[in-house]
């Protein structure tokens, strides 16, 4: 094995045995990046990190920390201890997750949260306490994406009054779902449109039953075919969220996003969550881990070209290693256009010389307002009959919003690749009550044995 190269950059991680902190570099190992590190007692840790084009030292969007933070907690331990949001921590909240149950229809092998059915004999949290929560979470966080999540949220029993709530709380509620009681009852759906809500997050691995039996213990393609068919009838947008593992779905991305043009502008866009090794998860290791280079290569081999990795910038909001954001006009025939001047998550390409708090504030902002346009059902063109006839830039609004699609990536880290400082630049947070908001990666982080870091068997009470 080729031997690594001199640091590029120094920084801190965790030893994926006993989760102590550690100096750690970044590193060059021939084509690929590593993040290296030694723990004194369980010994030397490298794992990749960015494998690929666009090269490592020419993705940078370099950010200052952000001002005016609400803190729930103090140092103490120092990160990732002290979660929630702490005096370290240099971002504000983009999304805030909301857990609404901890029980689930379905036991998936790779499930981070690690639900399991023991949640089902626990009640549910009432809605006017939930409500409270979500009252609290607006005024510590703002005006951001509220995700209902869970847990599988779509079980909780009034989840129509409890959506609209939120919609009068937050500029848009997300449902991150797989979909089975949408597809069992697809009146619900319509009632979460009624209700307010701006569009499902649809788990979505792949393109074959022999995927979802892998990923999810049993075969739902047709299952989640229903899913988008009954969010089209209720007037709700989908965008496909596959957990993507190396070697066992990595060759459907490109039929993926092929299907998922077909269904727009229902599909708004397939958002790929690269698999991490937390939780319950039975396909561990670094033979399945797949990089942002990596899986901008299989989008561009599978489209033929269509999609291409020059045409991915980092994103404004997180941390540069985080993500990336592709956006695109749809043409004739599905082929996808790069909308001209749109580079990662639509705040312009990086700029070293804008790096200033006031520049993290607003590439935040824009960020939050990219997210919506790019995920939110478009207005329906009016009808020729209609009494009024509808203004004119109204219409070219809905109409270019109509053929918009978005190919967007989320590289959430492990025990493995945890960098705290792409840590405290985490704007995707999660509430724990009775008061915290937790780094996404931060909290279901677990050590090599399955050790939590912060999520706790009743992290669920609020079920």
Not at 267 to 291: C, D, E, F, W
Not at 345 to 374: K, N, Q, W
Request: net charge neutral; proline share 8%.
């Amino acid at each position: 094995m080729t031997e690594p190269g001199p640091a590029l950059s120094a920084t801190e991680s965790l030893c994926p045995v006993c989760l102590k902190v550690l100096p750690a570099e970044i590193r060059r190992r021939g084509e690929e990046i590593i993040l290296s590190r030694v723990c004194p007692e369980h010994g030397p840790w490298a794992e990749v990190i960015w494998r690929g084009e666009p090269a490592f030292e020419k993705w940078r969007r370099p950010k200052a920390a952000a001002e005016g933070i609400k803190r729930q907690t103090s140092h103490d331990r120092g990160c990732p201890f002290d979660c929630g949001i702490c005096p370290g921590h240099a971002q504000k909240s983009c999304a805030v997750l909301f857990e609404i149950t901890g029980r689930c229809n379905l036991k998936c092998p790779v499930c981070f949260a690690d639900v399991n059915e023991k949640k089902a004999e626990t009640a549910f949290t009432p809605l006017p306490a939930l409500l409270e929560q979500l009252r609290w979470i607006r005024r510590q966080a703002g005006a951001v994406v509220l995700q209902l999540s869970g847990g599988e949220p779509t079980l909780y029993p009034d989840l129509p009054s409890l959506v609209r709530e939120a919609a009068a709380l937050f500029p848009a509620v997300q449902l991150n779902t797989n979909g089975l009681r949408l597809a069992e009852k697809p009146a619900l759906a319509h009632d979460l449109a009624e209700a307010g809500l701006s569009w499902v997050f649809l788990q979505f691995d792949g393109v074959s039953d022999r995927v979802f039996e892998i990923m999810r213990g049993r075969p739902l393609l047709e299952k989640k075919k229903d899913v988008v068919a009954a969010c089209r009838e209720a007037g709700l947008s989908v965008v496909l969220t596959p957990t993507v593992a190396a070697g066992i779905n990595d060759g459907e991305l490109g039929e993926l996003v092929r299907l998922a043009i077909s269904w727009a502008p229902t599909v708004r866009g397939v958002h790929i969550q690269p698999m991490t090794s937390s939780g319950r998860n039975h396909l561990a290791g670094a033979a399945h881990r797949l990089t942002l280079p990596e899986t901008l290569s299989r989008l561009q081999e599978q489209t033929n070209g269509l999609v291409k990795p020059e045409q991915a910038s980092p994103p404004g909001c997180e941390h540069e290693r985080c993500s990336f954001h592709l956006r695109y006009r749809l043409t004739e025939g599905g082929v996808l256009a790069p909308l001209p001047g749109d580079k990662g998550c639509g705040c312009g390409p990086p700029d070293e010389a804008a790096c200033s708090p006031a520049e993290t504030e607003r590439s935040l902002r824009r960020s939050i307002e990219t997210v919506i346009r790019s995920w939110r059902q478009p207005a329906i063109p009016m009808a020729a009959n209609a009494q009024t006839a509808p203004d004119a830039f109204d219409e070219f609004i809905n109409k270019a919003s109509r053929e918009t699609f978005s190919i967007t990536a989320m590289a959430f880290q492990d025990v493995w690749t945890v960098d705290l400082k792409r840590l405290q630049g985490c704007c995707v947070h999660v509430f724990v009550p009775p008061a915290s908001l937790i780094p996404f990666c931060s909290f279901n982080l677990t050590s090599s044995d399955g050790r939590p870091l912060h999520r706790k068997p009743n992290d669920h009470a609020r079920i």
